[in-house]
C-alpha cells in the first residue's frame, strides 16, 4: 500500500476526536502523521493528545511555545489560565522533552509543501522567517505593510499574500470551513468550540473531518469588540476567521 502523509489540525485536548479522524483517514502504520501544534490547552485530554504526537510528529504550536515560556520564566500554576494549569500541572519530563524538540517547520520536499503551525511573512523565503511569525502569524495590516500583528479584525490574512513556490499547511486560525488553495491549505476548524477536527492527506489532495463530540471551550472576549464569537471578522479567501 503506498505510503500517504496525514497533516491533522489543531488538536487543544481533542484526543477521543483525534482517534475517531485517523480511524476515518484509515490511517496505518505505513502512514506519516504529522500534527500542526497546539495539542494542548482548552480540550479535555491534553496530555494524551501530547503522546499520541510522540508516537508521530508535530510542529511546535504557540500553545507548546507557551508552556516552555512558563516554565523559563518561573511563573507558577496558580498565575496561569485555568486552562494551562490543567495542562501544565499534568506534564511531565518526557512530555517536557518531546515538546522542547518540536521543529517549528517539517518541509515535505515530495510535494513541494511545508508543514508549520500558524503562517509565514510573505515575500520572505524560509530561511528569513522568525518563530514569532511561524508560531502566530494571521492578518497584514492593509494600511501598513510594515506591520504584521498576529490577529486584527481589520486585517487581510497572510495567505492572501503568499505566493510559493511551497505550500503552506498550517493550522493555529481556526476557520468555518478548510481552506485550500494553490499555495496554503488551512486546517485548524475549530474543533474544541464545538466544530470539526480535519485532517489533509498526500498526496491524494483529500480533506478528511469528524465532528467535534462537544464544545469543549467557550466564546473569546475582544479588547475592542466585546464579547463574540469571531464569526465573521476576519475574511480569508472570501471564508472567515472564527478562533485563534
Avoid at 503522546?51 to 508521530?56: D, K, P, S, V, W
Avoid at 494549569?85 to 518541509?107: A, C, D, K, N, Y
Amino acid at each position: 500500500m503506498e505510503r500517504r502523509t496525514i497533516i491533522v489540525g489543531d488538536l487543544h485536548g481533542c484526543f477521543m476526536e483525534a482517534l475517531d479522524l485517523l480511524t476515518e483517514c484509515r490511517a496505518g502504520p505505513q502512514d506519516r502523521i504529522i500534527f500542526t501544534g497546539d495539542l494542548v490547552d482548552r480540550g479535555p485530554y491534553p496530555v494524551e493528545c501530547i503522546e499520541l504526537a510522540m508516537n508521530h510528529e508535530s510542529v511546535l504550536g504557540n500553545h507548546e511555545d507557551k508552556h516552555l515560556q512558563y516554565r523559563q520564566s518561573g511563573v507558577t500554576i496558580d498565575m496561569m489560565p485555568r486552562h494551562h494549569s490543567f495542562t501544565h500541572r499534568q506534564m511531565t519530563e518526557r512530555h517536557w522533552t518531546f515538546i522542547q524538540g518540536m521543529p517549528l517547520v517539517i518541509p515535505l520536499p515530495e510535494y513541494n509543501s511545508i508543514v508549520l503551525h500558524a503562517g509565514l511573512w510573505p515575500e520572505r523565503p524560509l530561511a528569513e522567517q522568525v518563530a514569532y511569525h511561524l508560531l502566530n502569524m494571521q492578518c497584514v495590516s492593509p494600511d501598513n505593510r510594515t506591520s504584521w500583528p498576529s490577529k486584527s479584525p481589520k486585517g487581510t490574512f497572510w495567505t492572501n499574500y503568499w505566493t510559493g513556490p511551497q505550500r503552506i499547511i498550517f493550522g493555529h486560525t481556526g476557520l468555518n470551513k478548510p481552506l485550500h488553495t494553490e499555495f496554503a491549505v488551512g486546517i485548524d476548524t475549530g474543533c474544541v468550540f464545538g466544530r470539526e477536527l480535519t485532517a489533509y492527506i498526500l498526496p491524494d489532495d483529500r480533506i478528511v473531518q469528524v465532528k467535534a463530540k462537544q464544545k469543549y471551550y467557550g466564546r473569546r472576549s475582544h479588547p475592542t469588540l466585546g464579547e463574540t464569537d469571531w464569526s465573521t471578522l476576519i475574511p480569508v479567501h472570501g471564508d472567515v476567521c472564527t478562533y485563534s
